[in-house]
T-cell receptor
Framework: KQEVTQIPAALSVPEGENLVLNCSFT??????LQWFRQDPGKGLTSLLL?????REQTSGRLNASLDKSSGRSTLYIAASQPGDSATYLC??????????FGTGTRLQVTL | SAVISQKPSRDICQRGTSLTIQCQVD?????MFWYRQQPGQSLTLIAT?????????ESGFVIDKFPISRPNLTFSTLTVSNMSPEDSSIYLC???????????FGPGTRLLVL
């Protein structure tokens, strides 16, 4: 059974810092990995999708990497801003597009 | 991308009653799913909603408790039956096209059972 873990569980950084969020999964037989952001009381916003054949994806200040063989992904956020404060979730896709979610990292960017 | 709406956005219900949640997608999609997010937890997949046939449930979830309908390629409902306080959660639907594509989520339905 696939298990997805995210470290750290919570993180507080001052504005402007670069930061890395970590995601690990136990079964490397995945189709893709997706990073989401969840704001309090809201649904999920998709940030980046990395196919299993890819090593990384970039969108603006966000860069996600995937090392499928070692079961790891990182989300790099450059020049963090208070608006980046949210919970970040990674999810891996197995058969039939079903997602297994990680435990989440709660990020707070302070002024 | 797909835009997904859910109704109701939130509800407070009495134990023993049932609530039906609606999920509407603005375009035809192949796959639709229902997830549950318990307080302070991450998301857990309840079932895959199959168009024109019975839903496929994950381990720990049964049709009698969470009946699901999907009459067409843009709409699905999830019913939470005979509710107890343990059913208090956020229920989210999601959708994806063919293949292994980005999965989009609705805003969720916040359910509190008293």
């Amino acid at each position: 059974k696939q298990e997805v873990t995210q470290i750290p569980a919570a993180l507080s950084v001052p504005e402007g810092e670069n930061l890395v969020l970590n995601c690990s999964f136990t079964d490397s037989a995945i189709y893709n990995l997706q990073w989401f952001r969840q704001d309090p009381g809201k649904g999920l916003t998709s940030l980046l999708l990395i196919q299993s054949s890819q090593r990384e994806q970039t969108s603006g200040r966000l860069n996600a990497s995937l090392d499928k063989s070692s079961g790891r992904s990182t989300l790099y956020i450059a020049a963090s801003q208070p608006g980046d404060s949210a919970t970040y979730l990674c999810a891996v896709s197995g058969t039939a597009s079903k997602l297994t979610f990680g435990t989440g990292t709660r990020l707070q960017v302070t002024l | 991308s797909a835009v997904i709406s859910q109704k109701p956005s939130r509800d407070i219900c009495q134990r023993g009653t049932s609530l039906t949640i609606q999920c509407q997608v603005d375009s035809q999609v192949t796959m639709m799913f229902w997830y549950r997010q318990q307080p302070g937890q991450s998301l857990t997949l309840i079932a895959t909603a199959n168009q024109g046939s019975e839903a496929t449930y994950e381990s720990g979830f049964v049709i009698d408790k969470f009946p699901i309908s999907r009459p067409n390629l843009t709409f699905s409902t999830l019913t939470v039956s005979n509710m107890s306080p343990e059913d208090s959660s956020i229920y989210l639907c999601s959708a994806a096209g063919t293949g292994q594509e980005t999965q989009y989520f609705g805003p969720g339905t916040r359910l509190l059972v008293l």
